[in-house]
């Protein structure tokens, strides 16, 4: 257990073949740990600002097949601006980094997307789970207090709180990486979610900027 706590200090190739190689023997399963090791080495060459969170996101994708992997699809390989002048582009905020348009669109700014400190529901929230704990952080804590020397104390609840703050701060940096990408014109947009469950609000950066526009603007936003 020591020694996996130590792969998180090495490239992410290196940390997947590190860990296959101690959980599979068969070829097959290998060889996948290999291609993902490699397609997620070239991620983190694309998004050097990536980090073992959002990388272990793109991972829990692929396992449940909810879209095509960057690397594992010829249709999912990025794209160059130049070559989509005049064009409507599609795009996430991760591979937008760098890039600049005069009109951008940025969808579902909700609470669910873009929580803020209180108890917003948000992706990856297991609600489920007792009091929302969020489990990988409480584990790792309480790996990290049995193994310290230093006679570190664990309180539940805590690891979960810092994980959400962390959360919250990725995704707030995420949503200005998509405001910044806008040269003339910025529309910004949110969603309330699917029928028939708790309805979604506009997440708490929105509101804040909503707020800034009117007041800056004597109360005419746009």
Not at 110 to 123: A, E, G, R, T, V
Not at 150 to 168: I, K, S
Request: no cysteine.
């Amino acid at each position: 257990m020591r020694r996996w706590q130590g792969t998180v200090l090495l490239p992410i190739d290196q940390l997947i073949i590190s860990l296959a190689q101690d959980i599979f023997s068969e070829p097959d399963k290998l060889a996948t740990a290999h291609k993902l090791a490699a397609v997620l080495r070239q991620s983190s060459k694309m998004h050097p600002d990536w980090q073992l969170d959002v990388l272990s996101d793109e991972l829990g994708k692929v396992a449940k097949d909810r879209r095509r992997f960057l690397g594992f699809s010829e249709d999912d390989t990025g794209f160059e601006v130049e070559h989509y002048k005049g064009k409507v582009v599609v795009s996430t905020i991760h591979k937008a980094k760098g890039l600049e348009w005069d009109r951008v669109h940025i969808l579902s700014v909700n609470n669910f997307n873009f929580p803020s400190l209180d108890q917003d529901p948000y992706h990856s929230d297991k609600w489920f789970v007792r009091e929302r704990l969020d489990l990988p952080a409480e584990s790792l804590a309480q790996l990290d207090a049995v193994a310290s020397t230093e006679h570190r104390t664990y309180e539940e609840g805590e690891p979960t709180t810092r994980a959400r703050l962390d959360y919250v701060r990725e995704r707030l940096r995420l949503l200005y990486v998509g405001v910044t990408r806008a040269k003339k014109e910025l529309m910004i947009s949110w969603n309330t979610g699917k029928p028939g469950k708790n309805p979604l609000e506009p997440g708490m950066p929105l509101r804040i900027l909503h707020y800034f526009w009117e007041t800056q603007h004597n109360g005419h936003s746009r």
